[in-house]
């Protein structure tokens, strides 16, 4: 295969490139290279032959060549090419083409873009596509577009082979498309902001949710009613994505319905996905398979009445036996998903697939196949990303995620479909510490940690803004630490260690994204002059409620003009605050109350809106308390404990009660009875109700 070193390196770290960049058009060219004169100021590393090859070229005479032989196990061999300066905000275009052949047991071929700060520590990353297929045909260009995060003092080209088998990397350019432009700074000037209601980005809004893993694990009646379905009832998402799992027995199901039947209680629509789905061989052992997971999803819908199970996947992240495996074969996907449609055609269970589920945005490019090559037996799209580039702190998150937010829902509807972001989450920590693998939000339990709240309220707001139809946050729950001695899942709006089911800052922010953005609504475009405000605006389809969030970026107080453009009414609107300076905590889980009422008259609104924080104005509440609680009494058991029980008020919209030890509250739950265990006698109770709208019961 022509000229071949067979030298085995190791890491070999050559010296940084000072940039010397030369004009091409308007964009400044880094690196143009057909690798014509090897492999010279390139670092190597891994186990892996890494030479030119004078045999194969997609243009000029030879190509870079990496070897990961069968014997070497794949650990991302690469070629890398460092160069600085590079200052946050500088966007950057990296084109290559790359061949391969032989390539088996891993992710293929591709590129990675790192930026790094100056002590070389990684701070962001883009990847090109990422498929065991790049390549496989012959000649395949992949590009990258990236853009510097904060920190960064450089950047390295990564030249990737994660797999057995041979790859050729050629004609790899590196050019600068643009630099973001400064923010102006507003200062003390009013900011406005229109909501155009003749403009509506997306009719048919399904809802701010979560990822919800917590029906698979044990619980008692009394965790499920003071903290998983209490905390669930108040905050009140309308979506949840939902794993199942081929090996469920008809206990597990009915374990799972009688919590998707919950969630229908809260108006919750449910998109389930599987975990561990079967390998199979095509043919009559796929349709067999297909069969018994339609069997389950019958099951689930006809017997248990479990119809606001809405869509299906046949797998979480294109996962089969290896994770993401399927993102290098996705004519199988295809496949698993035409024997699933047959069989819930067949049977007239109105349930619809969901392609690709990827994660994450490198794995997007699964959502054009899918859009080319399977919309037929597609209902609707959707992917996965967690914010690995942008810290919490980043004010340049929102722009960033909203443009890949609108090109994914731009896939969909272009095809007339919708888009769910079916996962979504701050930075995984990914370490593995004392033998545990910590699969958790790196932020959590450091200063940053009420930051987080801010930016998944910027994802929401995004998402929602981007015309996304759903979204879920994972997760609902932390995984309890049971679950695997070797393994934590750590990501939840509250703990659940031992005793500890306290709440995280974050609950108390994008709680009120769930509860007051709710589906089915109607999304309105929005318009506004500071970059610094994230806004999105709706208009429930049912209750005709509206719902507005703002955030803002800057660093000080602004005042907002808030003008709707059409119908414009006359409103008065709950104003929420979320200040991560001052989390609202509660030791029960219960939301903050409303720190004031907003008028808009002739559809205008004009308020104060703090720096740093969420604020979110609602009409979807009403000022009439519940009836007090009546018949409140108690009941003692052989050792002395006060079983505490009480008559639930008429009103349908109550959503859970307090309950008081003299002037203390000891719980919150959605039962209407609770154990004191530490009640003696003479401990005097009384029971407060509370409804969807937060209004507490006044009492007799």
């Known amino acids: 295969m022509g000229r071949a070193a067979g030298v085995a390196s190791l890491v070999v770290a050559l010296g940084l490139t000072v940039l010397a960049q030369e004009k091409a058009g308007d964009n400044p ?16 590393h891994g186990q892996a032959e890494f030479d030119v090859d004078d045999a194969v070229a997609h ?8 070897v990961v032989a069968a014997g070497v196990e794949p650990a991302y061999q690469q070629l ?8 946050a905000g500088d966007e950057l275009r990296v084109t290559l083409w790359v061949r391969a052949e032989g390539v088996a047991d891993g992710s293929g071929a591709y590129a990675a873009l790192e930026f790094m700060d100056a002590g070389e520590q990684r701070v962001g990353i883009e990847h090109s596509k990422v498929a065991l297929s790049n390549g496989v045909n012959g000649w395949e260009q992949l590009t990258i577009d990236g853009r510097a995060p904060e920190g960064t003092a450089q950047a390295r080209l990564d030249l990737v082979l994660h797999a057995h088998g041979t790859a050729w990397f050629d004609d790899v350019r590196i050019a600068q498309t643009g630099r973001l432009e400064a923010w102006p700074d507003l200062g003390d000037a009013e900011r406005e902001i229109t909501v155009n209601t003749e403009e509506v980005v997306l009719p048919d809004f399904r809802g701010v949710g979560f990822h919800v893993f ?13 903290v998983i379905a209490k905390r669930w009832r108040e905050i009140s998402p309308s979506f949840a994505r939902m794993n199942d799992s081929p090996d469920w027995d008809r206990a597990m199901l009915d374990k799972a319905a009688d919590y998707i039947l919950r969630l229908k209680g809260t108006g919750t629509e449910v998109y389930m996905t599987t975990w561990g789905p079967k390998e199979t061989q095509p043919g009559d052992e796929r349709r067999a398979y297909a069969k018994h997971m339609v069997d389950n999803l019958e099951y689930l819908v006809r017997e248990r009445g479990c119809s606001n199970i809405r869509w299906y996947c046949v797998t979480n992240e294109l996962t089969l036996g290896g994770w993401g495996s399927l993102a290098s074969d996705l004519p199988t996907f295809r496949d698993y998903h035409q024997c699933l449609y047959d069989e819930l055609q067949a049977r007239k269970l109105d349930i619809g697939l969901l392609a690709s589920d990827a994660a994450p945005f490198s794995y997007w490019h699964t959502l054009e196949w899918a859009a080319q090559n399977m919309d037929d037996i597609t209902a609707i799209y959707g992917g996965h990303h967690y914010f690995a580039e942008h810290p919490p702190t980043d004010e340049r998150f929102y722009p960033w995620f909203l443009d890949k937010l609108r090109w994914a829902r731009g896939i ?23 033998g545990v693998e910590l699969d958790r939000c790196v932020y959590f339990d450091t200063p940053d940690e009420p930051m987080i709240g801010i930016q998944l309220c910027e994802a929401a707001i995004a998402a929602i803004s981007a015309g996304i139809c759903a979204m879920g946050n994972w997760t609902y729950a932390d995984f309890p630490d049971e679950y695997n001695a070797h393994y934590i899942n750590k990501w939840g709006t509250f703990r659940w260690s031992g005793s500890d089911f306290s709440t995280r800052p974050h609950y108390y922010a ?8 709710r589906g089915p609504a109607t999304v309105f475009e929005v318009g506004c002059n500071d970059p610094r405000l994230r806004v999105c605006a709706l208009r429930n389809n049912v209750t005709e409620t509206y719902s507005i969030a703002v955030i803002n ?15 414009a009414p006359d409103l008065r609107l709950r104003k929420y605050v979320y200040d991560p300076k001052h989390p609202p905590m509660n030791a029960f889980g219960d939301l903050q109350a409303p720190a004031g009422v907003v008028g808009m008259g002739g559809g205008k609104l004009s308020d104060a809106v703090a720096a740093g924080t969420v604020t979110v104005y609602t009409t979807a509440y009403h000022d009439e308390p519940p009836s007090p609680v009546t018949n409140v009494r108690v009941e003692r058991d052989a050792e002395g404990q006060a079983l505490v029980k009480w008559d639930a008020p008429p009103e349908p919209d109550t959503a859970y009660y307090r309950v008081y030890a ?13 154990t004191d265990r530490e009640g003696g006698e003479g401990r005097q109770y009384r029971v407060v109700a509370v409804d969807d709208s937060g209004n507490a019961s006044r009492e007799e």
């Open 59 to 66: 243009s000029g005479k030879q190509s870079a060549r990496i």
């Open 214 to 226: 917590d029906h698979t694990f044990p619980t008692t009646p009394e965790l499920v009613n003071t």
């Open 553 to 567: 970026r800057n660093a000080q107080d602004v005042r907002v003009a808030l003008a709707v453009k059409g119908r």
């Open 662 to 674: 003299g002037e203390t509250q000891i719980v919150s739950t959605i039962a209407t009875e609770y």
């Open 510 to 517: 994008y709680g009120l994204m769930t509860k007051y953005f």
């Open 80 to 87: 890398g090419h460092s160069w600085g300066p590079v200052t």
């Open 412 to 434: 969909a509807k272009a095809k007339g479909k919708d888009f769910i972001l079916g996962e979504f989450g701050c930075k995984q920590d990914g370490r593995t510490v004392d």
């Open 29 to 44: 060219v880094i690196l143009d290279t057909s690798f014509e004169d090897g492999i010279e100021g390139w670092r190597t």
